[in-house]
């Protein structure tokens, strides 16, 4: 298996946009090019992660569309759909096709144009990766998912609404210094929890979470072009390497789990990852984790092997999490505040690291970061993606 | 005044003043809301004139009915109106208004945020029933929407009563009516703030900023810069 | 690159069905892991193929579903659309995953519920495919478009209605002996064509195109179990080679292209197949081509190289398109008269070849199989896959 | 008859014979379409009763009605009805129905076709417009659909005029109607078929074999086998 090394990474700004999905998609494309200087014409195939073409944007074939709109003919082109874990598999398929020597350059672009439709419409789009007959109908969304799962969580492990607000701050806060990040606001635990106001400013959505333990529905792109490492010196003095690659799947009904609050696939997943690269998570410097809700991001950074079950909340009081703590978790804003276009987040996640592991990551890079780590969570903990990026 | 003049200008009504209120944002940051001058109105104008071409979420309607409003009211042509702003770290960050219709009628027109992410269009919009409510003492007030936003936030959400044989002032459609007992029941959940503002605090809204008209396109219309 | 093989291939009956895809995708799934003795544990990974989830079923996330349908936990998994092509770029991506050495066993599963919907919707989804701005909002449909193709290719190469309805007849033939066929019903060429009857039996769908010159909509799933070649013996003792995998994308628009009657895409990913295999267009035993509509077989069978360009139609009348003839096309039926149901269409091409090759094709069989080719045509013809497979 | 039975039965009025037809199909087979007679009912009914459980597409309540309104005819309780069955190779592969509901007015009931992908319904449903208009000389028929495959086919493609104020008889929805001008302007696409019929191949379709049931079922409800 061929080595694979990212040599170009870019993402649109995260935003309420009005383009329609290709242009979004061949916007964030552009931002992934012009990362790199590159002659197009050696890009073999195009990658399309994308959950919602279909039902938000009435639209189909659209890998084929952003090759036509970046004119890149006759490149591969094909779209993988994993639901909001969409982004990384769209990475990991590419990475395969250079791993195997078939291809040589691989453009890979996520991106979702979720705005099209209103904000109870978008939430109806998420839960169509629920059962159809075990969940969809009977009204479950993921914000009420998400809530049923934190508030188990928080029972077992005695983590409370500070905790998940901790998170939130932390990641609001990252997300001040990333101009792509689609929220740009600083919040106080005053004002989201603790002042009589806090009713207003940050009402519950699902019990016990609240409006700010919620990522924004965003649209957006991220690209990166990956190349066989052994070629990435041609294009650039800093390609990271993709050194794990990780994946697992659980039952898709989650009442089915032995234990809810047990996320096995992000266990597995990660697992896999570290194996192939041969590190353990002890030696990552910063990690993108999938914070669609606060409590995920915690319940992530102990499945994935940072921190011991039932401590990822200690480490964050602690302050470990954040940038310049022992394991700067989202420096970029994470979902909560880049935005959570779905398609686009496991892309963008990666986009981040390598910026950090390139040291090209501004006011929110993590020093002397060598090692990264990405969890892109698909579905409801059924499908989950884990990468280990290396700094070459 | 002239006879003419008499005429063409309604009559207004002497109404007890929204006393300011200091409501603590999501971010910690202040922001003071307070009923807005007659002298203030050309600022206020300034802000939404770039609006009234931004089609997206009606924006461009409010914006322009909200323009004329103000300014009927600045002109001394609609009787009984009102406008509260929004004010944090001496910027305008919203403004929302209404006028009364009878003793017991209050008329919503419109709510406008300049700040996103911090809630400030759902504290206005609950400073304006609770100014109907609580300092007219009205006993309802109509409502309508002119975008599928606004329907689903207050009609849908708060469940306002239909009044089918109401047309609103607005356009003749069918009005919603917020009633006293929905907004008591609401009002945990809705009105917050502290009274009273700090006479310093209060003098730091009186000559307030306006925000950039081309972010603020920006931002409302979803366009790239 | 390792080598990859078929180690066993499966279809439903193409139908109209009542299963809901999900189902009908687990079962395209359990009819191939039928073909094959093996522990299920070893699937690592299940590709889908899918265009309509999200229209047609309000559904995401498939792949994940599909996974839980099989209990095939944690075994990775995506959903990879390509419009009609979705099948073959599934299966190009399993490939790539073997090739590379990352999986070792690897399922491939493409379906599509597409009588879900009622025939103008389900003609409305296809259409999606087309350019959002430049074609679908003026109306356009496939059915249509290749009723402007079929003109202009007519025209040029005197081609007459006869030679339409020949590949039609020739198809529907075949289907005969395809137990899995949706269409199971011989024509002839007086009831569709010359009898005054024909206005009826026949009509007009896209001038010149008929009724019987366009596939019909169905339900249905087929698929795969694809290994390293190193271990299919393992197995099998019949493996089939993947010996060549190309693929080509052309401008979105079809007005934009030079001359519409070139089907650049198909000659392209044609070349690189048999590029990639080492065998020409010459030493085909048997291929299965994406007659969506009757032209395109007759179009296809020269842009990949089999016959001269305008003499498609002359092999036709010569009968070397039948079994028995010199290159048996379609001896499935083809979409014509098995049925497309658009995410498995690339899946069960490869199916249909994998059973000639191996000689399990009953009825339908053609004689001494040795090399077979696949063509699946994605868009209008601005994303195409073509595969060589070969007897080991 | 006795009395109280003449009272029960509808008179019936003579109407002219459809003189039976052959339509080859693509397939190059011949169906003969031919009127049933009564004493053909029961084996009809025979057909038609499994498919009364189908609620795809509204076959049970196609076959339902269908199923009565034979049976009506049989037992000599309804008007002026008359049925048409297509039978190809022997076998039949679909039926049509329809009745008089006065001199200048025909009714039309329902179609049903037991063989797919030959058009058999089409050309069933042609021949009954062709019997009403041509050999009935009626004015026009009423239509209306059960299914939404049936609107769409008959009312939309057909551009089938509405009668506002006819309620029609299966079930009080409004009726849409063919009429003769329509009638006219799409018989080059819809009524073919060559008379008169050999006295032979009318004999091979006296005593027709009816289709499996379980294998209709199958068919007609897309459930797998």
């Known amino acids: 298996m061929r080595d694979v090394a990212i040599i170009a990474a870019g993402q649109t700004k995260f935003a309420r946009t009005e383009w329609p999905l290709i242009d979004l998609l061949v916007e964030g494309a552009r931002t992934a090019l012009a990362d790199v200087e590159i002659d197009e014409s050696i890009i073999q195939a195009v990658v399309v992660a994308n959950m919602g073409a279909g039902i938000l944007n009435h639209q189909s074939g659209v890998a084929s569309a952003v090759v036509d709109g970046l004119g890149l003919f006759p490149a591969h082109a094909e779209l993988v759909e994993n639901g909001p874990a969409s982004g990384a598999s769209a990475v990991k398929m590419a990475f395969l096709g250079i791993a195997a020597g078939y291809y040589d350059v691989v453009l890979v672009i996520g991106g979702e144009k979720m705005r099209a439709v209103n904000g109870w419409e978008s939430t109806d789009f998420v839960a169509t990766l629920t059962h159809p007959f075990a969940e969809y109908i009977y009204g479950v969304t993921l914000p009420s998912m998400a809530g049923l799962f934190a508030r188990l969580y928080m029972e077992k492990y005695g983590i409370t609404p500070e905790h998940l607000a901790m998170v939130a701050i932390k990641n609001h806060n990252n997300a001040m210094f990333n101009p792509e990040a689609h929220v740009q606001q600083r919040i106080t635990m005053e004002g989201i929890l603790h002042r009589p106001e806090a009713v207003v400013n940050n009402p519950i959505v699902a019990d016990p979470l609240r409006m700010f333990d919620c990522c924004p529905v965003s649209d957006g792109a991220a690209g990166l072009v990956l190349c066989a490492a052994e070629r990435a010196g041609q294009f650039t003095d800093k390609p990271v390497l993709i050194a794990g690659v990780g994946q697992a799947t659980d039952t898709h009904v989650v009442h089915e789990r032995e234990d809810p609050t047990d996320l096995k696939a992000v266990t597995l997943a990660s697992e896999q990852a570290f194996k192939m690269a041969r590190v353990g998570p002890d030696q990552v410097d910063v990690a993108e984790l999938h914070d669609a809700f606060t409590i995920l991001e915690i319940a992530e950074s102990e499945h994935a092997g940072f921190f011991p079950k039932g401590e990822g909340h200690k480490a964050l009081e602690r302050g470990e999490t954040q940038i310049g703590g022992k394991l700067p978790i989202n420096p970029s804003g994470g979902l909560k505040a880049r935005g959570h276009p779905v398609g686009a987040t496991g892309i963008a996640q990666l986009v981040e690291i390598t910026k950090q592991l390139r040291g090209d990551a501004g006011q929110r890079q993590v020093k002397k970061a060598k090692t990264g780590f990405t969890l892109n969570f698909g579905g409801f903990g059924n499908n989950v993606l884990a990468f280990v990026l290396k700094k070459t | ?225």
């Open chain 2, 1 to 225: 005044m002239n006879e003419l003049e008499a005429t063409l200008r309604p009559k207004e009504t002497e109404q007890p003043p929204y006393p300011p209120k200091r409501v603590v944002l999501a971010s910690g940051e202040s922001m003071i809301v307070r009923q807005a001058t007659r002298q203030e109105v050309p600022k206020l104008l300034e802000v939404l004139e770039p609006l009234i071409w931004v089609e997206r979420d009606y924006y461009d309607i409010v914006g322009a009915r909200m323009f004329s409003e103000l300014l009927g009211w600045k002109r001394f042509r609609v009787k009984d109106e009102y406008c509260l702003v929004g004010v944090m770290n001496g910027m305008l960050v919203g403004l929302v208004n209404g006028r009364s219709l009878s003793r017991n009628i209050g008329i919503s027109l419109h709510t406008m945020a300049f700040h996103r992410g911090l809630r400030v269009g759902a504290h206005l919009f609950a400073a304006k029933m609770e100014y109907h409510i609580e300092y007219l003492n009205q006993r309802e007030i109509y409502v309508v929407a002119e975008s599928p936003i606004g329907f689903r936030r207050w009609m849908i959400e708060y469940a306002l009563e239909e009044r089918r044989h109401v047309a609103h002032e607005l356009g003749g459609v069918m009005s919603y009516a917020l009633t006293r007992d929905l907004y008591f029941a609401s009002k945990d959940r809705l009105v917050v703030g502290e009274r009273p503002v700090s006479e310093e605090m209060l003098a730091s809204t009186l000559d307030f900023e306006i925000p950039d008209p081309d972010l603020l396109v920006t931002q409302v219309s979803g366009r790239a810069k």
